[in-house]
C-alpha cells in the first residue's frame, strides 16, 4: 500500500495548476466540416491482493459520419497518485497518453 503526504501534494498540484491556467483557450475554432474522427477515453481501476492500485486505460477512435471505429486500444499500469477531487489529470493523464501513443491513427 502506498502512502502520500495530500498536503504536499496538493500543493504541489495547485501549482502546476495555477502555472498552467493562463495557457486555457475555450474559444472554437473549429467548424462541423473541420471534424472527421472523435474519440472517446475512460479509465477503470482495481486493487490486487496487496492493496496496489492499477487502472486499464481504453481509446476508442470513430468516424465523425459513419460512427464506424477506427482504431481501438487499451493500456495498463499500477497507479501512483491517490484519488484527490480536482486533480484527476494527475492520476489519469499519464495512461492515457500511453493508451493514445498506441492508437495507430493519428489524432
Known amino acids: 500500500m502506498n502512502y502520500f503526504d495530500y498536503n504536499q501534494l496538493q500543493k504541489e498540484f495547485i501549482n502546476v495548476q495555477n502555472s498552467l491556467k493562463n495557457k ?3 474559444n472554437n475554432y ?20 496487496n492493496d496496489d492500485e492499477y487502472a486499464v486505460c481504453c481509446a476508442v477512435v470513430i468516424d465523425y459520419i459513419t ?41
Not at 467548424?31 to 477503470?44: H, R, Y
Request: hydrophobic content about 40%; aromatic content about 10%.
Open 24 to 26: 486555457i483557450d475555450c
Open 30 to 49: 473549429f467548424s462541423k466540416s473541420d471534424i472527421k474522427t472523435i474519440a472517446g477515453v475512460d479509465l477503470a481501476y482495481w486493487k490486487n491482493e
Open 67 to 107: 460512427h464506424n471505429v477506427i482504431d481501438k486500444q487499451q493500456y495498463s499500469d499500477k497507479v501512483n497518485v491517490p484519488y484527490m477531487p480536482g486533480f484527476l489529470a494527475f492520476r489519469e493523464l499519464p495512461l492515457v497518453l500511453k493508451t493514445v501513443e498506441k492508437l495507430k491513427i493519428k489524432l
